[in-house]
């Protein structure tokens, strides 16, 4: 049975990968459609990028956080194919059409204190996060036909000619680092910058620094094919972790400072040895940004020595909408220049093949794989 919607024929189940157990894995189901009501928006999902948090929450790594049953993803930009009953607008003052092209944030509730009195929505304590469950008929995940934007998220429209993949990937990576940088000490123009980290996050904050006009930005990661994805870029220098040990990059790091060491280190690679690595890159008094970390593990400190050293860390988690703006903003400004579709130039998965898809950004095999839900097997 399907419903009228905008003159088009709607569905009223989506399928969606749907994660139950740890066990059985992440799985297809046909969820019913609940039709939107007062301002929340239902879209049919366009492009969703996988991230590693989604082969954490897959394998249980963050049992403690994800709440299952739960539809997975939490990156997607979606087109708009039904509305509430109240007129909705996007955060520009946009009002919001059928076909309109959208991202959202996670659902701030903006009540909270984290939200209303520490003025940082992402410790919001209400939030239900897309594709962190649970799932209990609203479709909050977006490895999935379609999803519901529910009230207390916020809504961009997409700019004309940004590929739906790309935007998809500015939901997460990109926008993480917009949210990063604002929360670090401003770049300044005679800052050297290293980036830990080849994949997503590690590339868009190479590019961040790059334009935010450090005066060198140098990237190590891995392997030499997503180093060469920057060959066009204006990088210092582009070191690979696979051909190098962590004393040669430090070296390398020293030679290129005359000696004093990185003004900032953005850590987006993980491992718990890329924190203690990144630290011995730093200059005295120079400050860290850790986005990658998310391994669960405890990593050992010499805390006199971040006294003596006056040495700042920072840390930084998802975004608001404001980073998802500047996240849009950024893309429409060099994605073309910097080439920032090779990031997400990946096969296209089907809902069917999302196994596939996690293994690939398990095992590095594609950068940023991209599903399109509505394409068949």
Same mark, same amino acid.
């Given at each position: 049975?399907?419903?009228?919607?905008?003159? =088009?024929?709607? *569905?009223?189940?989506?399928?969606?990968?749907? %994660?139950?157990?740890?066990?059985?894995?992440? #799985?297809?189901?046909?969820? $019913?459609?609940? $039709?939107?009501?007062?301002?929340?928006? %239902?879209?049919?999902?366009?492009a969703a990028t996988v991230c590693g948090t989604d082969v954490h929450i897959s394998e249980g790594t963050f049992n403690q956080l994800a709440r299952l049953p739960l539809i997975m993803g939490?990156?997607?930009?979606?087109?708009?194919? &039904?509305?509430?009953?109240?007129e909705i607008y996007d955060s520009q003052g946009a009002r919001i059409s059928e076909g309109d092209h959208l991202v959202w944030s996670h659902n701030w509730c903006g009540r909270c204190y984290g939200c209303a009195i520490a003025k940082q929505p992402t410790l919001c304590e209400n939030t239900m996060g897309y594709g962190w469950g649970p799932f209990e008929g609203v479709l909050n995940g977006t490895f999935s036909e379609y999803a519901h934007i529910v009230e207390d998220s916020r809504v961009l429209k997409v700019p004309n000619g940004i590929d739906p993949a790309l935007a998809s990937s500015a939901t997460c990576a990109l926008r993480t680092v917009m949210h990063a940088f604002e929360r670090m000490n401003?770049?300044?123009?005679?800052? !050297?910058?290293v980036v830990l980290g080849a994949g997503p996050v590690g590339l868009y904050a190479a590019a961040a620094s790059m334009k935010a006009g450090a005066y060198q930005t140098i990237l190590i990661g891995a392997p030499a094919s997503r180093l060469e994805i920057t060959s066009n870029w204006d990088l210092s220098s582009r070191i690979d972790i696979d051909s190098t040990d962590p004393g040669d990059r430090v070296d390398q790091v020293l030679q290129l400072t005359n000696g004093k060491g990185a003004d900032a280190v953005? &850590?987006?690679?993980?491992?718990?040895?890329?924190?203690?690595?990144? %630290? @011995?890159?730093?200059? *005295?008094?120079g400050q860290m940004m850790v986005i990658g970390q998310a391994h669960g593990e405890k990593v050992p400190v010499d805390t006199t020595a971040l006294?003596?050293?006056? !040495?700042?860390?920072?840390?930084?988690?998802?975004? +608001?909408?404001?980073?998802?703006?500047?996240a849009?903003?950024?893309? #429409?400004?060099?994605?073309? !220049?910097?080439?920032? +579709?090779?990031?997400?130039?990946? $096969?296209?998965?089907? %809902?069917? =093949?999302?196994?596939?898809?996690?293994?690939?950004?398990?095992?590095? @095999?594609?950068? *940023?794989?991209?599903?399109?839900?509505?394409? *068949?097997?």
């Open positions: 049975m399907e419903r009228p919607t905008g003159g =088009n024929q709607m *569905k009223d189940y989506s399928r969606a990968v749907v %994660l139950e157990s740890y066990e059985t894995g992440p #799985e297809i189901q046909e969820c $019913p459609i609940i $039709p939107p009501t007062g301002r929340t928006i %239902l879209v049919e999902v366009e939490h990156e997607g930009t979606g087109k708009v194919v &039904e509305l509430g009953s109240k401003p770049i300044r123009f005679s800052d !050297t910058v953005i &850590e987006c690679a993980g491992p718990p040895a890329a924190f203690t690595e990144g %630290l @011995s890159m730093l200059r *005295k008094g006294k003596v050293r006056q !040495t700042t860390i920072h840390t930084s988690l998802s975004a +608001d909408i404001s980073h998802y703006y500047d849009l903003k950024f893309l #429409e400004s060099y994605a073309e !220049t910097l080439q920032l +579709d090779r990031i997400v130039a990946s $096969p296209r998965y089907a %809902l069917s =093949n999302v196994r596939d898809a996690l293994d690939a950004m398990k095992n590095g @095999s594609e950068m *940023k794989p991209v599903i399109t839900p509505k394409e *068949k097997a």
